[in-house]
T-cell receptor, first 111, second 114 residues
């Protein structure tokens, strides 16, 4: 079992739709959590960090449930430009530095 | 430069050849990371440097993989006797000290081993 598991994709949605991605992690010692975005043939870029209290950045909302070891990302009012692969990422422990990536979930938003 | 740069962007090697991939981190970023991303997968950690010291090489898949950063800036990832399963995008990332949570990635080197 991989350390970070994500919903299988792809997700195909129309513009304006709300879409949610889920992710689970297996190492309870994981300390920090993120969502990265990766466009086709491009490098990953940090989308947002994820906190237990939940955090929102415009149309994007991220949630962390430590008890369930579950992370989510909600995208409201999807735009064509949101089409990308979304990677769930954890840092294993406080002293850790390596980012542990999930396989990624591909989102395709169509007009 | 403004961001992390990597060269070459594309590399085709015949099986058994040695390759060297270069990474120029963001100026002032003492932490440098290498990741391997196979097709359809997320990046997987290979190794980590703080300045010139290689502090973690637990992700290197075999002793054919070697990384160095002799002067604490530019890093080279070397793969000896390449095999087809080495075909992947090799990503380099850098961060400020203590900010491994905010890593900036280069565009990657796409290695194809024939």
């Amino acid at each position: 079992r991989k350390e970070v598991e994500q919903d299988p994709g792809p997700f195909n949605v129309p513009e304006g739709a709300t879409v949610a991605f889920n992710c689970t992690y297996s190492n309870s010692a994981s300390q920090s959590f993120f969502w990265y975005r990766q466009d086709c043939r491009k490098e990953p870029k940090l989308l947002m960090s994820v906190y237990s209290s939940g955090n929102e950045d415009g149309r994007f909302t991220a949630q962390l449930n430590r008890a369930s070891q579950y992370i989510s990302l909600l995208i409201r009012d999807s735009k064509l430009s949101d089409s990308a692969t979304y990677l769930c990422v954890v840092i294993r422990n406080q002293a850790g530095t390596a980012l542990i990536f999930g396989k990624g979930t591909t989102l395709s938003v169509s007009s | 430069g403004a961001g992390v740069s990597q060269s070459p962007r594309y590399k085709v090697a015949k099986r058994g050849q040695d390759v060297a991939l270069r990474c120029d981190p963001i100026s002032g970023h003492v932490s440098l990371f290498w990741y391997q991303q196979a097709l359809g997968q997320g990046p997987e950690f290979l190794t980590y440097f703080q300045n010139e010291a290689q502090l973690d090489k637990s992700g290197l898949p075999s002793d054919r993989f070697f990384a160095e950063r002799p002067e604490g800036s530019v890093s080279t990832l070397k793969i000896q006797r390449t095999q087809q399963e080495d075909s992947a995008v090799y990503l380099c990332a850098s961060s400020l000290p203590g900010r491994g949570d905010e890593q900036f990635f280069g565009p990657g080197t796409r290695l194809t081993v024939l």
